[in-house]
């Protein structure tokens, strides 16, 4: 059992890497491709998008759909508790566009 919840830390774990409210941010709009979910993002490798989806499908941050075609494809959405999110991440949004017009 834990002596002290901190709220903040456990919203950090499962959001607080250098990656994860990008691509969270990305899929607000709706889903996306893999391919082109991972190009909003040029900077990410080809190992820590697939690192980084694999943990937030884990933790019900995002759903992962695979279409049986030749090439296959895979969709990721927001799930609900990726979607209520949203306030946080368009708030950073809002807050990075306005410290880089200073």
Not at 67 to 90: C, H, N, W
Request: glycine share 6%; aromatic share 8%; hydrophobic share 40%.
């Amino acid at each position: 059992m834990q002596k002290h919840f901190c709220p903040l830390h456990f919203t950090m774990n499962l959001i607080g890497t250098k990656w994860k409210p990008l691509l969270l941010f990305h899929l607000l709009e709706g889903p996306l491709r893999s391919g082109i979910l991972q190009k909003t993002v040029p900077e990410i490798s080809n190992k820590m998008f697939t690192q980084t989806v694999r943990e937030l499908e884990k933790d019900g941050l995002i759903s992962r759909e695979v279409f049986a075609v030749v090439p296959p494809r895979v969709d990721y959405q927001l799930t609900e508790k990726g979607k209520s999110l949203a306030p946080i991440l368009r708030s950073l949004d809002a807050w990075g566009r306005e410290m880089s017009s200073e």
